[in-house]
Every structure is written in structure tokens, then in C-alpha cells.
């Protein structure tokens, strides 16, 4: 069965103060890890997806890594508005295996 | 692009009454619909895949006469809950995907549904 484990479980930064969200999973054959955010009371919101190992994709202040055990979601001088939720996924055969998520807060 | 619409996005009802949540792709054509449930602080947990044309896949654990869905076309699934109970009380997610294979899923806001 797969499994994705991400932490820390909530994340506080100052504005400007860089860190790293962690998703360790096991798959039976990886077809695709993805990130997500999600706001309060919203569904996910698609940012990412990375298929092999060494793999990175970035967009604005987020960057995505992934080896054969484990992504991070890179977050570069984070702003207050990128306080949310952050799912990581992966996907083997045709559904995909969420887990608990990371909630990051940002405070000016 | 990929837009996914769920309505209603709130619905608070008596026990035993029958809810229907309606999904639509608004700007692609979905050959896959996933239903979605998640609780609090817990991450989201697949209840079906639903193909358009054809029956929906369950989940282990998920009662298909409970949660009646119907893909009727490439841009909307239904789900239905059917004499709902308060422990159907939940933030029900629907996602679509453009594609099969690895495409991504991309989720409507979802329907909190409060069953007094």
C-alpha cells in the first residue's frame, strides 16, 4: 500500500525566512509526485508535478526536488500570502495517495 | 485553463434527506472524475473514480448505494448522498483529469456538508 508521510505537521516563518517542507513516500512504482496548495475551506490547488529521480520545478518562490525516497518543497523568502496548506501526492496506477499535509504560516 | 466547478459549495440539511453535488470541467473535457472526502486536519481520501459512460470504481470501504455517482458526459459527474445521516457530515472534493496516464488532477473547491 502506499504511503506518504510529510512534515513537519505546521510550519511557522518569518517573512523573508527560507526553510523546507518534507513528503517521504513508498510507491509501488512512482507514476507521479505532486504538490498541491490548499486554502482554508478550498480545494487543492495544483503546483507541481515531478516523475524521476534528480528532477526539480520551480515557480516564483517554490522549488520542487525529488530523490527515490523523498521530495521538498523549497520555499525561497516566503511572503504572508503563501501562509496555506501544502499537499504532497503520490500516484501509482490510477489514484493518487495524499498525505496529512503541512501547514505553513507566514507572518510579516 | 483546467477549471473544475463543484456546487453547492455549503449545504446544511435534515437527516434522511438525499444531497446531490454536482462537478463540471469548465474549460476541458474529463475522461476521469475522482470523489474525494476529507475530515479535518486528515488528508484527503479517495471514495471513487468515476469514467465517463460507465460505472464508478469504489473504494474499499466506501458504500456505492450510499454515495450514488453518475458521469454523464466529459464535463460533469454527480454524487449523490443518499439518506444522509450526521456522520455523512464531511468536505466532500471532487478533481478531474484532462487525460489518463499521469496527468495531474485539478479539484474543485469542494462541498461542506453539515447533516443535522
Known amino acids: 500500500e502506499d504511503q506518504v508521510t510529510q512534515s513537519p505537521e505546521a510550519l511557522r516563518l518569518q517573512e523573508g525566512e527560507s526553510s523546507s517542507l518534507n513528503c517521504s513516500y513508498t510507491v509501488s512504482g512512482l507514476r507521479g509526485l505532486f504538490w498541491y496548495r490548499q486554502d482554508p475551506g478550498k480545494g487543492p490547488e495544483f503546483l507541481f508535478t515531478?516523475?524521476?529521480a534528480g528532477e526539480e520545478k520551480e515557480k516564483e518562490r517554490l522549488k520542487a526536488t525529488l530523490t527515490k525516497k523523498e521530495s521538498f518543497l523549497h520555499i525561497t523568502a516566503p511572503k504572508p500570502e503563501d501562509s496555506a496548506t501544502y499537499l504532497c501526492a503520490v500516484q501509482s496506477n490510477y489514484k493518487l495517495t495524499f498525505g496529512k499535509g503541512t501547514l505553513l504560516t507566514v507572518n510579516p | 485553463g483546467a477549471v473544475v466547478s463543484q456546487h453547492p459549495s455549503w449545504v446544511i440539511c435534515k437527516s434522511g434527506t438525499s444531497v446531490k453535488i454536482e462537478c463540471r470541467s469548465l474549460d476541458f473535457q474529463a475522461t476521469t472524475m475522482f470523489w474525494y472526502r476529507q475530515f479535518p486536519k486528515q488528508s484527503l481520501m479517495l471514495m471513487a473514480t468515476?469514467?465517463?459512460?460507465?460505472?464508478?470504481?469504489?473504494e474499499q470501504g466506501v458504500e456505492k448505494d450510499k454515495f450514488l455517482i453518475n458521469h454523464a458526459s466529459l464535463t460533469l459527474s454527480t454524487l449523490t448522498v443518499t439518506s444522509a445521516h450526521p456522520e455523512d457530515s464531511s468536505f466532500y472534493i471532487c478533481?478531474?483529469?484532462?487525460?489518463?496516464?499521469?496527468?495531474?488532477?485539478?479539484f474543485g473547491d469542494g462541498t461542506r456538508l453539515s447533516i443535522l
Open positions: 468515476s469514467n465517463e459512460g460507465s460505472k464508478a470504481t469504489y
Open positions: 515531478l516523475y524521476s
Open positions: 478533481s478531474a483529469r484532462i487525460l489518463a496516464g499521469n496527468q495531474p488532477q485539478h
